[in-house]
């Protein structure tokens, strides 16, 4: 499979997570739309873009169970949940109920917006190492209050790589009178995301992490009864536009200026590589892969898992929590000296070297990682085990 990529072969690539990693056929379209734009983007950008942009979301919208009216496109995450942010109507005093394992971009966000609102954000401690979904659940919900009017928290973390029960939290939340708004950057193409199973009143995600899309692609979904409370992030043409489309929500936030916009047009060829290559399969036994090995390194790093060796809590990532006082050092002379590029993460005070899987990898390229923690580990100070 490692064929089918542009992934450097000298390399061993076990950092998927991060930013993706995009087929060739799939980067031969990405590349096909930029050339056709290139041939006149006027009528490209005018008559072109919508009706590509109208089978690239209804493609998307099958693939996680939505209206295909109901989602934007973002370049990111972030965008997407820095736009929510702005468009909330939380008064002095209001609280955002969310974790401590959340994603470091997000945190900020929430910090600059409590900074300027008096709203403050709590990020309520989830104990490691994970026991079980009910022990999520009843940490988490220890920090509610009667001020807490929104809940924030990402259904796969990006450091420790735990799953989280997202589905059981908006459930509740919903039932309380709570906003959610889950930040899914790990998930399409990674776990089974079913949109209107899950419910959640905004939810992000990328496809050019687990889904394979070019990068800069991800998604917004907002329900339908607050999609008019969404102000744009820009403000373009869409706003108090002079031809208004069926929605206020496309309006403001599907035409914001010259954007290259190709990756998004991508999705159907994205979602036709998966579905010709077998992807569900690959990636379960991807899964098997990243269980298999958790022990080993575990052992090797003298730690222990953070959560059950399960697919209820991990999925093609894993966190080996590390001993190390210079993680830079040590992931520069992973990358460096052993050509091997994995990310050694910091959260709440610990150190975390995370590993991804996904079809182009092997056990070999394990075994190379394993081979070189050994090696630093006996010839360094970076490690202590």
């Known amino acids: 499979m490692k064929n089918l990529f542009l992934l450097n072969p000298e ?34 950008i005018q008559k072109k873009f919508p009706e590509y942009l109208a089978k690239a979301k209804a493609s998307l919208a099958t693939f996680i169970n939505c209206e295909a009216n ?7 995450p972030t965008v997407a949940i820095n736009t929510v942010m702005r468009s909330l109507n939380l008064n002095e005093g209001d609280e955002i109920l969310s974790t401590n394992h959340e994603y470091g971009a997000m945190d900020r966000t929430w910090h600059f917006y409590c900074k300027n609102s008096g ?15 009910e022990q999520i659940l009843e940490e988490f919900w220890k920090g509610l209050t009667s001020k807490t009017k929104v809940v924030f928290l990402n259904q796969i973390s990006s450091t420790t790589a735990l799953i989280f029960p997202v589905k059981e939290i908006c459930d509740k939340a919903r039932d309380l009178g709570i906003i959610t708004i889950i930040d899914g950057a790990h998930v399409p193409g990674h776990i089974d995301l079913d949109i209107a199973d899950l419910n959640p009143d905004y939810y992000t995600g990328t496809l050019h992490k687990w889904m394979l899309a070019p990068k800069g692609s991800s998604f917004l979904y907002v329900k339908k009864e607050l999609q008019n409370q969404i102000e744009p992030l ?20 599907e035409y914001q200026g010259t954007n290259d916009n190709s990756a998004f047009l991508c999705t159907p060829a994205v979602i036709d590589f998966l579905q010709e290559n077998d992807w569900k399969q690959k990636s379960a036994e991807a899964k098997q ?27 093609q990532m894993a966190s080996v929590p590390i001993k190390t006082s210079k993680p830079q050092e040590l992931k520069d002379l992973l990358y460096d000296k052993y050509k091997i ?24 390229d394990l075994d190379v990682l394993y081979n070189a923690l050994e090696d630093i580990i006996a010839t360094t100070d970076l490690l202590q085990v």
């Open 234 to 253: 820009v403000v373009s043409w869409g706003y108090e536009s002079l031809t208004p489309g069926k929605s206020q929500f496309l309006d403001y936030h």
């Open 70 to 76: 109901d989602f934007v496109f973002t370049p990111n």
């Open 11 to 44: 390399l061993t690539f076990l950092n998927h997570g991060s930013f993706g990693a995009c087929p060739k056929p799939v980067f031969e379209s990405y590349q096909s739309f930029q050339r056709e734009m290139e041939l006149d983007s006027v009528h490209f």
């Open 341 to 364: 590029q994995v990310p050694i993460m910091l959260l709440n005070e610990k150190v975390y070297l995370r590993y991804s899987i996904n079809a182009y990898n092997s056990q070999e």
């Open 289 to 315: 892969l990243v269980l298999k090995n958790y022990p080993k390194f575990c052992e090797l790093m003298n730690s222990k898992p953070i959560a059950p060796i399960s697919t209820e809590f991990l999925g």
């Open 119 to 133: 709203v403050k954000y709590v990020r309520q401690p989830i104990s490691l190492p994970i026991v079980s979904k």
